[in-house]
């Protein structure tokens, strides 16, 4: 099983600054099929980027994801005050499909 | 656009069975795969198992997450468009939001969840 660890657990910025939150792999992400999803409290995750890099449909373009291996990276280039929720990285590149534990992105 | 909604109890007695449904509208069972995922309050995401119409009626292949896997059973019912999931054996523990989502390795789409309480 590959186990993911996402940092931090809990990221504090301010609006418009630039977010980094950080998704390493116990072991190689077969195909660097990566996903990662926001989710508002109360409802169900969004899909916001799969296959390490692909936007999904509707996600405003200041959501981009990179990496491959074992290290991705989501990157928010300015967030905005609705993105302060919670983030998770999931690899589906063997299964069991995994997530990550969460990153919560904080306003400071 | 394709939507989907769980139903079933949200209590359910220690040792009994969870018995869920999503009900799916805007497409058809047999176009995707079809997945429930869970969360804990409080906790992260776990991914219990996908399964998908073959093309063979009254097959359908299924994958569980290893950790689950002796206790979970997922069915597809294409004249209600709707998939299943049951798990038995149930302990505090199994206490969880149950999502249904479109998808068997990334989740475009999911239900909004149902909140499955185990207590007696």
């Known amino acids: 099983e590959v186990l993911l660890t996402q940092s931090p657990g809990t990221l504090s910025l301010s609006p418009g600054d630039r977010a980094t939150l950080s998704c390493r792999a116990s072991?190689?992400?077969?195909?660097?099929?990566l996903a990662w999803y926001q989710q508002k409290l109360g409802q169900a995750p969004r899909l916001l980027i799969y296959e390490a890099s692909s936007r999904a449909t509707g996600i405003p373009d200041r959501f981009g994801g990179s990496g491959s291996g074992t290290d991705f990276t989501l990157t928010i280039s300015r967030v905005e005050p609705e993105d302060f929720v919670v983030y998770y990285c999931?690899?589906?590149?063997?299964?069991?499909?995994?997530f990550g534990q969460g990153t919560k992105l904080e306003i400071k | 656009q394709v939507q989907l909604q769980e139903s079933g109890p949200g209590l359910v007695k220690p040792s009994e069975t969870l018995s869920l449904t999503c009900t799916v509208s805007g497409d058809s069972v047999k176009s995707s795969r079809w997945s429930w995922i869970r969360q804990p309050p409080g906790k992260g995401l776990e991914f219990i198992g996908y399964i998908y119409y073959s093309g063979r009626p009254g097959y359908y292949p299924v994958d569980y997450n290893p950790s689950l896997k002796s206790r979970v059973t997922m069915s597809l019912d294409t004249s209600k468009n709707q998939f299943s999931l049951n798990l038995n054996s149930v302990t505090a523990a199994d206490t969880a939001v149950f999502y249904c989502?479109?998808?068997?390795?990334?989740?475009?789409?999911w239900g909004q969840g149902i909140l499955v309480t185990v207590s007696s």
């Open positions: 999931q690899q589906y590149g063997g299964s069991p499909y995994t």
């Open positions: 989502a479109r998808g068997s390795y990334f989740y475009p789409d």
């Open positions: 072991q190689h992400v077969n195909n660097n099929y």
